[in-house]
């Protein structure tokens, strides 16, 4: 015990690293530190992974740019953590994230007992399923006897035990860990059947699949995957300021508004626009940020569909339709609660 | 008749065709019995059956180093071009791009120090300084904030310095609390013997991945919410505390091989134990666990990769990292076969040269 005490020490005094961090509420921490710590996905092509030289994209992690934005109109004022699965839930509860933006499904459980709050969904995904086009199978109803690749210990598994339970149908699962692993099985021939979430089945098959081609998604989605980005229980007012990022960003789209026209906007006559600039103040005071804050989120990070185009839109590696992720008024779900 | 009375030396006769020679050597190693006669065709088989596949893909249908991933895609064959877009990337992960010569010359450091700590010539008092003053130049180029160097916080460390930060300091520091632990053990005094053995047999008995988790997830569940020890911190000491118990009973067989004589030899000339155990013991021990201990540190060079868990990137974690570029993606085989080169070349070298240094320090003991 001796030696680890000693040695744990030393070595506390190599790093000389026992930070203090927030006591109060979590906005005036983040200004007084001067950066939004932000937890992220360690590598989920589209929605959190580090590029070439080193800097974090994607989806998810532009909301964590976003909201550096609106505090501190610099989208590079975040610490970006990656976390893995086990880890997302205690680095929000411990205060080590201010904000977890890394691919989470909004559920009944995680809202209460794990106590999170969850802002608007950034993006709503689903189960699906992906087969080679030689089968000729035209819906996941005719997929009866089939061996199906999956990877283990994910919601993936459960919801297709259900699905098929549901509709009598029998299968033999591949259970492999590594989603990695799951698709090179896939594409050598192991299985009929590729299931995972909608979103990853169609990067999977953009980037991975040896001729994408050969590959079709049936259109089935057995499952609900809202992901959205959350906050710890106990502090309203940032819950608040995370939750109308998401929602300026949707509004923004809404009216037309993205980061190249934004400055012919400022002066616009439209009400709703004014107040969503900041062009006629209170907006910004309600949330305690800037009047400047969406303003300046829409110019440096964009609408809710320039984000989405940047990262896994129809002309990244990833090419993702909109779908579900299509505004209200185009036949999908994003929708803006009134900036008023 | 006449009797032919030799003179002189006969000449010498080669000897039979069939005892020497790349035949004979074929005939004595490969195919001495049926058994071994078949296991030879069959690898010679696998062999042809794999090589050339092999190297068809590695070198002949590769594609070089400015080609787009779509280009890899359809050509086939190894994307040398992932690991030149990626190189920076995987060998220094998240470290700002413009500042990455730091991590490089801490790379450089390390191997001069573990360079020069290789030659028994430089085995002298100012070794230990040598080591302090590398230490320092290590946390200034990684942290910096002095001398006109940026700050960089060690949640953007990655890479290749981080595998030998974790592994070296680990290993540094370990080292003497795992001499300290076998000394315990092997203690008089029931309170030392009790804390080392209890010490050793919890570590030991707990896999390193749960110590990491305790050490990242449960953790800071303890402490007041806003309080954070670092991140790095924790995996360094879970590192720490799990070799020092592996490395401890590595030495304690050491400190067991050694005869009895030789601790009685060394009371009667009236050494005290400090004096005994650094004079006499301890370098016979240390020179008999040198297999087991570098075993050790070959292993724990590798389990670094653990540290993926808890969110580190270290070298694996950067290549995994690399892949999920919406880019690049797929490109496995590359990427685990560049640092899968990486490690050995660290790994083998360990391993040769603690042959030698075995050879080297057990001269005596050679009959």
């Not at chain 1, 590079?76 to 994230?97: C, M």
């Not at chain 2, 059956?49 to 080609?67: E, Q």
């Amino acid at each position: 015990m001796k030696s680890g005490i000693l040695a744990a020490t030393a070595a506390a005094l190599v790093f000389g690293a026992v930070t203090t961090a927030q006591a109060g509420p979590t906005l005036d921490a983040v200004k007084a530190r001067g950066f939004v710590q932000c937890g992220v996905n360690a590598g989920l092509p589209g929605f959190g992974n580090p590029d070439s030289a080193g800097n974090w994209t994607g989806l998810d992690v532009d909301y964590c740019r976003a909201m550096a934005v609106a505090l501190f109109n610099d989208p590079n004022k975040v610490k970006f953590t990656p976390l893995s699965a086990q880890q997302r839930f205690p680095a929000i509860q411990s205060g080590e994230v201010d904000l977890l933006s890394r691919n989470t499904t909004v559920t009944l459980t995680r809202d209460t007992s794990v106590g999170l709050n969850f802002a608007p969904v950034t993006y709503y995904d689903g189960q699906g399923f992906m087969v080679h086009k030689k089968l000729g199978v035209k819906s996941a109803k005719e997929l009866n006897g089939a061996t199906v690749c999956v990877q283990s210990g994910t919601t993936t598994e459960l919801n297709l035990a259900d699905y098929f339970r549901s509709n009598n149908m029998n299968y033999n699962p591949v259970v492999i860990e590594s989603n990695d692993e799951v698709n090179a099985a896939f594409f050598a021939g192991r299985c009929d059947v590729l299931t995972t979430d909608a979103s990853g089945l169609a990067g999977t098959r953009a980037g991975v699949a040896p001729v994408p081609d050969d590959y079709v998604i049936l259109p089935e989605i057995i499952s609900k995957e809202p992901l959205a980005p959350a906050v710890r229980h106990g502090d309203d007012q940032w819950f608040d300021i995370v939750k109308w990022v998401v929602y300026a960003t949707i509004q923004a789209e809404e009216s037309g508004i993205n980061s190249k026209n934004v400055d012919e906007f400022v002066n616009s006559k439209n009400p709703e626009i004014q107040r969503l600039l900041g062009s006629s103040p209170g907006m910004g005071k309600a949330l305690g940020l800037d009047e400047k804050w969406a303003y300046n989120v829409i110019k440096k990070m964009g609408n809710y569909g320039e984000i989405f185009d940047r990262n896994v839109g129809p002309k990244t590696p990833l090419k993702l339709e909109r779908g579900l992720n299509a505004l209200w008024t185009n036949g999908g779900l994003q929708y803006a609660m009134p900036v008023r | 008749m006449t009797e032919s009375v030799h003179t002189g030396s006969i000449p010498d006769e080669r000897p039979p065709a069939n005892t020497v020679g790349p035949v004979a050597w074929l005939r004595n190693n490969l195919f001495n019995t049926w058994y071994n006669a078949l296991l030879t065709i069959l690898i010679l088989y696998g062999l042809a059956r794999a090589i050339p596949p092999l190297l068809d893909w590695l070198i002949v249908h590769a594609n070089g180093f400015d080609t787009t991933p779509q280009e890899c895609r359809t050509n086939g064959g190894a994307c040398w071009a992932f690991v030149s877009e990626k190189l920076r990337f995987i060998l220094f992960g998240t470290f700002p791009y413009d500042e990455q010569w730091r991590p490089l010359l801490t790379i450089v450091i390390f191997i001069t120090l573990l360079l020069v700590s290789c030659d028994r010539r430089f085995w002298k008092w100012w070794l230990g300084l040598l080591w302090a003053a590398g230490f320092a130049a290590v946390a200034i180029l990684m942290w910096g904030g002095v001398l006109g160097l940026t700050y960089v916080e060690n949640t953007n460390w990655g890479g290749l310095p981080l595998t030998l930060i974790l592994s070296v300091i680990g290993l540094a520091v370990a080292f003497p609390a795992s001499i300290l632990l076998a000394l315990g053990r092997r203690s008089d005094m029931p309170a030392i013997k009790v804390m080392s053995v209890t010490y050793i047999e919890l570590i030991r008995g707990v896999p390193l991945i749960s110590l990491l988790f305790m050490a990242s997830v449960m953790f800071p569940l303890f402490l007041p919410t806003g309080v954070s020890i670092d991140k790095l911190l924790r995996a360094q000491i879970a590192f720490i505390m799990f070799a020092a118990a592996y490395m401890a009973e590595a030495i304690r067989g050491g400190l067991q091989a050694i005869p009895k004589g030789q601790y009685e030899a060394a009371d009667g000339l009236g050494l005290n134990y400090w004096q005994k155990m650094r004079k006499i013991i301890l370098p016979q021990a240390l020179a008999i666990a040198i297999p087991p201990l570098v075993n050790t540190f070959i292993s724990f060079f590798k389990d670094t990769s653990l540290v993926i868990i808890i969110g580190l990137y270290d070298l694996l974690g950067t290549a995994k990292a690399a892949l999920t570029d919406p880019a690049w993606r797929g490109f496995y085989r590359e990427a685990y076969l560049f640092i899968g080169v990486i490690y050995w070349v660290f790994c083998f070298y360990m391993s040769k040269y603690s042959q030698k240094l075995e050879r080297d320090l057990r001269r005596g003991h050679r009959r």
